[in-house]
């Protein structure tokens, strides 16, 4: 099942990114396992990746010298108000299967890009939700010892973009997520999800190749006191008090700041998009390049919302 030397390049939203020096796609749970124990049994000591549908990821134009596992694991059930997903469907038919459901609590996730796996992963959140809000049960696999092990939603630790699969149980692959709902108006939560999907489309740039939010949003008491009059008044709550980083991004004047086919947005300046034929240090020079423009200005340290692979 495994192959070698695949281009990440299309299984990046960013449309950039080099090989992996191994790959493979497990559509389910049987799949992942026997892809997991066929690693194994090459012997090679090199590291594992999951990847979901690529949304959250910057990958060099280098690759990635280890074994990329793409989760495509899908199904979709329901029981009462308890719905159940394979790690690897995508929001868009979670939230397709709510409506259909007449099931409330997603709706703020519409237009959200990506897999339920990588969305429990980061904890992702918009319009003052969060996928833990939502989140009743997680199954996961680990890569080592194919041991699954499942955990209720306290057990995740999730916060803000975090949860327990990005520190101690790093080595685990999400493959399925149970998700518990309250009964809705199926027309209501159809208005509600579309309205997320058409601010998106309004306010991101959709247009071009991107992977969302550069950096986290900023906590309120990371403020410097001396600049906290000036920046305080955009402060607002999603899903606790913090400063917009587009905000200060585009205070700092770093709209349409461009290196090589790499810009900072002009429509929404904490998204850096591909305007065709971006590359890795491109965009790593333009994030370098906010970092120190927000820290000389405002005394703030940004921290990356994206992940790398490299
Ligand atoms: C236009 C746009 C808008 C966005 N808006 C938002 C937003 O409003 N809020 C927000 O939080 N995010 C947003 N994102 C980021 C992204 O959509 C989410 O983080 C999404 O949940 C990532 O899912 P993915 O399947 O694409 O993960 P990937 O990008 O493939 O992977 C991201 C990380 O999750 C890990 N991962 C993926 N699947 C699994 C799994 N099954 N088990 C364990 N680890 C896994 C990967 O190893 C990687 O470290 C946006 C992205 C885009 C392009």
């Not at 939502?134 to 199954?139: G, P, R």
């Not at 005394?299 to 919302?305: A, K, M, N, P, S």
Request: aromatic residues 10%; proline residues 4%; contains cysteine.
């Amino acid at each position: 099942m495994i192959q070698r030397d695949v281009s990440l390049r299309d299984y990046s939203n960013y449309k950039i990114g080099g090989p992996a020096s191994y790959f493979s796609e497990a559509n389910s749970k049987e799949e992942l396992i026997e892809c997991l124990k066929e690693w194994k049994e090459t012997g090679l000591q090199k590291p594992v990746f999951v990847l979901g549908k690529g949304t959250n990821l910057l990958i060099s134009d280098n690759g990635f010298d280890g074994f990329v596992i793409r989760n495509s694991i899908k199904g979709l059930s329901k029981n009462g108000n308890l719905i159940t997903t394979g790690a690897g469907e995508l929001m868009s038919d979670v939230l397709s299967f709510c409506t259909v459901n007449s099931l409330s609590g997603l709706e703020w996730a519409g237009g959200l890009p990506g897999t339920i796996g990588g969305a429990v992963r980061g904890n992702a959140g918009a319009f003052g939700g969060e996928t833990k809000d939502s989140v009743f049960e997680v199954l996961s696999i680990d890569i080592n010892t194919f041991e699954e092990k499942r955990r209720a939603n306290r057990d995740c630790l999730f916060d803000y973009r975090y949860s327990i699969f990005k520190g101690e149980a790093k080595n685990e692959i999400v493959i399925s997520v149970s998700l518990e709902l309250k009964p809705g108006e199926k027309d209501l939560i159809k208005k509600l999800t579309e309205e997320r999907i058409n601010y998106r489309r309004e306010k991101h740039p959709m247009e071009y190749p991107n992977i969302g939010s550069t950096f986290k949003n900023i906590r309120k008491e990371k403020i410097p006191v001396k600049f906290r009059e000036e920046l305080m008044q955009y402060a607002k709550d999603d899903p606790f008090p913090i400063i917009p980083v587009a905000k200060v991004l585009y205070l700092c004047g770093l709209k349409g700041e461009r290196e090589g086919d790499a810009q900072i947005s002009e429509k929404h300046p904490n998204f850096i998009i591909n305007l065709g034929n971006a590359k890795y240090e491109d965009v790593i020079k333009l994030i370098n390049f906010a970092k120190q423009t927000v820290r000389e200005k405002y005394e703030i340290e940004l921290e990356e919302e994206i992940m790398y692979l490299k």
